[in-house]
């Protein structure tokens, strides 16, 4: 884009904007070429007004504004009751900046690298070094508190589980020095120890990703998708570990009021949204808004059937580990010793290469449709368990230990089931086609 701002000393009205663009399937010597022999003033711009939001690019005419507000960025660390929007907080993700230190697949690893850590960086605020000890991660965060003589101790009660990526659950060292945006937000989806009971949707709505919503019972981390993602949960927890509806009073009584309904409960309200966010209709009418803003919820005839979808839906993405298994046909080649991982996929041949001995075959199409972001649910799990070389030196000489082959019989298993959630998932979202708004 060529972008020519004109200033002037006194605005007497609005600015005006004009705009002009040369087809998209110009290859980039063909732009050039425009360029060269169009004259400036030839050239037939189009003149733009925005929009009450101010913006000019991709306006959207729908009736969004009338919609529900799901939440509000406003809201981002109230516990108190929020007036017109449907729940009252949401949060990030954990933002650690020392991700391969405090995550890991094995809690034998995890443990090893903390104990490391924690040693060496004590070890700085004994000797008060004035200098950072290189063989562990620093942010500016964890300076800011080791200039505190903030000492740490090693406590196994702080490993917990959390979601690293989608139908990924890792070990977790929850402690908040180790972790720079571990704060009072996550211990209040999820208690004290980050160990209780929660249902969260996390929302992929960003500028560079197509919109998704995916629900989880754990903490996650803040790259989640591979782009931020905001932790909207059903309910918080206090400093006494009571639970305090995060759907308000307010959202509640839109919904009964709607549907003339007093039985209408915040679980069933908090299944309908998650059916709504499901909705391909809904995705496609507010793409460029959810791109923008936090989600709206619309009021849509059948409550009853989108609740159910809802509830369906939350079952499969937080319990994916217990679905039954889809049958796909493996086939072995036992004659190969030890196997070097491959962890691809053909959606041609509905074909997943597990390692040069083994593959799994039948994955029908419909399963590869079931997307997080920019990828599918199966391919979210292939890349996860692929054997990367660590970037952090320590940790590539003293802690690189993940071998596929320790976890082939269980990604094996997850690929079968996540396969199943797929396929369930678009059929709900294909159900969801045919009722008109």
Avoid at 168 to 174: G, M, R
Wanted: net charge positive.
């Amino acid at each position: 884009a060529i972008l020519y701002l004109i200033k002037k000393e006194q605005i007497t009205k609005k600015c005006r904007i004009e705009y002009f663009a040369v087809p998209d399937n110009l290859t980039r010597i063909e732009k050039l070429e425009f360029l060269s022999y169009n004259k400036f003033k030839e050239l037939s711009f189009e003149k733009i007004n925005p929009d009450k939001n101010n913006n000019w690019i991709s306006l959207t005419e729908n009736n969004w504004d009338s919609l529900l507000k799901l939440c509000s960025k406003e809201n981002k660390q109230s516990k108190s009751e929020s007036q017109n929007t449907l729940f009252n907080s949401y949060s990030w993700g954990n933002s650690s900046n020392r991700d391969a230190w405090v995550y890991d697949a094995s809690k034998k690893n995890l443990t090893k690298k903390i104990q490391f850590f924690i040693s060496a960086y004590n070890k700085n605020i004994k000797e008060k070094r004035n200098e950072y000890d290189n063989s562990i991660k620093w942010s500016r965060d964890l300076k800011r508190k080791f200039q505190n003589n903030t000492k740490l101790k090693f406590n196994t009660k702080l490993i917990q589980t959390a979601y690293w990526r989608p139908f990924t659950k890792v070990k977790f060292y929850a402690e908040k020095v180790l972790n720079d945006v571990l704060t009072s937000n996550h211990y209040g989806m999820f208690g004290s120890q980050l160990d209780k009971k929660n249902k969260v949707l996390m929302l992929i709505n960003h500028e560079q990703i197509s919109f998704g919503v995916h629900a989880v019972d754990k903490i996650v981390d803040a790259g989640y998708s591979g782009r931020a993602t905001h932790n909207i949960p059903f309910y918080q927890y206090d400093e006494s570990e009571n639970k305090i509806d995060n759907i308000t009073n307010w959202g509640l009584q839109q919904f009964q009021t709607n549907y003339k309904s007093k039985k209408i409960t915040k679980e069933q309200l908090f299944n309908y949204c998650y059916a709504v966010l499901h909705n391909p209709a809904y995705r496609s009418k507010y793409e460029l808004n959810l791109k923008r803003e936090f989600p709206r919820i619309p009021f849509y005839a059948d409550f009853d059937k989108w609740e159910q979808w809802g509830k369906q839906l939350l079952d499969l993405h937080i319990n994916y580990e217990t679905v039954v298994p889809f049958k796909l046909k493996e086939i072995t080649n036992k004659e190969i010793v030890n196997p070097k991982p491959k962890l691809k996929a053909d959606k041609t041949t509905g074909t997943i290469v597990i390692d040069e001995a083994t593959e799994l075959t039948g994955v029908p199409a419909q399963a590869w449709e079931y997307k997080l972001g920019n990828r599918s649910a199966i391919e979210w799990v292939l890349d996860q368990y692929k054997e990367h070389k660590p970037t952090d030196a320590t940790i590539l000489e003293h802690f690189n230990d993940y071998k596929f082959a320790d976890y082939k019989t269980h990604v094996i298993d997850l690929l079968l089931r996540v396969t199943t959630v797929s396929i369930e998932t678009m059929s709900i979202t294909n159900e969801m086609k045919i009722i008109a708004e």
